[in-house]
């Protein structure tokens, strides 16, 4: 059985009158610790996808199966502890708060996370320190760069030890050496921690670093 299987799923929408296919019929499989790159045009699918398989929406059709479990059919707690617990989130934009420190960003998942047993301040400074900026624990967003704004957005990404990270387009707005320092970070983190990591964006250059890549098309996923 594969770590995560995709299977027959669809997602449409419908507006007034009209009906809109976001993922059309997509099977797929992905083995755990797999680094997974998906490539499309704006409105091809590709987000659509990555919130069906974090949970975020819920499919008109098909099944997203995670070690055997079909996420949806779990109830509205089970669905959150999936996405605090077995998910990292990364999108466009890194969406700190900016009332809070770099070390206080990185610690907002396990406010919904019910595991009291990690230390998870240490676990912050460990992960501020493992993407390179460990002297900034204490800064604020306004007095980071883009480059360590997204770094503590992977920190943040990482906090609860998750299975999988779904990073949406987490390169979009930096310029190409921070672009390729960040996907350095994703590299490493895929190697040294094990971790799955679906990677969505419009650059072939950088989806050509993951090992297998996808391209997605009118919402459905071919090979390059």
Known sequence: MSFLHI?????????????FVGVDNISLSINRGEFLSIVGHSGSGKTTLVSLIGGILKPTAGRVLLEGVDICTLDDDKL???????????????????????????????IFSPDTKTDNAKVARDLLEMVGIGEK??????????????RVAIARALLNNPDIILADEPTGDLDEDTEAEIMHLFEEINKKKGVTIILITHNLELAGKAQKKL??????????
């Open 215 to 224: 391209r997605m098309t009118k919402g459905q996923l071919v090979g390059i």
């Open 7 to 19: 299977e027959n799923l669809s997602k449409t929408y419908t507006v007034d009158d009209s009906t």
């Open 80 to 110: 959150s502890e999936y996405r605090a617990q077995r998910i990292g989130f990364m999108f466009q934009f890194a969406s700190l708060l900016p009332i809070l420190t770099a070390r206080e960003n990185v610690l907002l998942p396990g």
């Open 137 to 150: 624990l204490d800064s604020y967003p306004s007095q980071l760069s883009g480059g360590q704004q997204r």
